[in-house]
């Protein structure tokens, strides 16, 4: 339907959530066009180091969901984050965010508080340097906040919004 979408004209770059492993290695066999953009968790313990190969293979951007680790405070408390926030006036936040457009993702950070809306676009003026990016790596446990089985990404999949109520 969105390749429908797309050859019509009527949506401009297909975009999709949580293709990974082997719903990856299926979709790569069955489309038409490639997506532009592939919408999976992302933040600095689980940076789907095994996806990104493929998604550089094809020139697809990854787009990060939970960027900020859902707002884990053992993720935002880390040591480094308070170190480079200190040295560039930012909050570990802002630091993560950058870290995350520095990687090359496309972020959606979640917030209700309008400072942190606000912090959350200020990430612009400063640049972590390739040691510092090093040091964030380190970070890396491959562990994901979020565990979903097959049974609910079909009833995901299945689920249709009533747009009209
Ligand atoms: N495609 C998918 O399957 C999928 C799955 C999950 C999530 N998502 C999407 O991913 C997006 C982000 O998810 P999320 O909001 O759950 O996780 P998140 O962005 O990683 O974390 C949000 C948490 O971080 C806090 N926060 C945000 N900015 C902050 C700042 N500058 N300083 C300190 N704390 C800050 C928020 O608290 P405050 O409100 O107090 O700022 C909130 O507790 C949402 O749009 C969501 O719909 C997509």
Do not use: C
């Not at 401009?12 to 066009?33: A, Q, R």
Request: glycine share 6%.
């Amino acid at each position: 339907m969105l390749e429908k979408a797309y050859r019509e004209g009527k949506a401009k770059s297909i975009g999709i959530s949580n293709f990974e492993g082997k719903y990856m290695e299926e979709l790569e066999t069955k489309w038409e066009i490639v997506p532009q953009f592939i919408q999976v968790e992302v933040h600095p313990y689980f940076t789907q180091k095994e996806l990104r190969v493929t998604l550089d293979k094809y020139g697809i951007k990854l787009m990060s969901w939970y960027p900020l680790g859902h707002g884990d405070t053992a993720l935002m408390n880390e040591l480094v984050f308070a170190g480079l926030g200190k040295k560039y006036g930012k909050t570990p936040a802002q630091v993560i965010l950058r870290w995350h457009t520095q990687m090359g993702f496309v972020i959606i950070p979640g917030s209700k508080n309008a400072e942190h809306i606000k912090d959350n676009m200020d990430i612009f003026d400063f640049a972590l340097t390739d040691e510092e990016m090093e040091q964030i790596a380190k970070l890396d446990k491959n562990e994901r906040y979020y565990h979903r089985t097959d049974e609910q990404l079909v009833q995901f999949a299945n689920w249709k919004p009533e747009f009209e109520k």
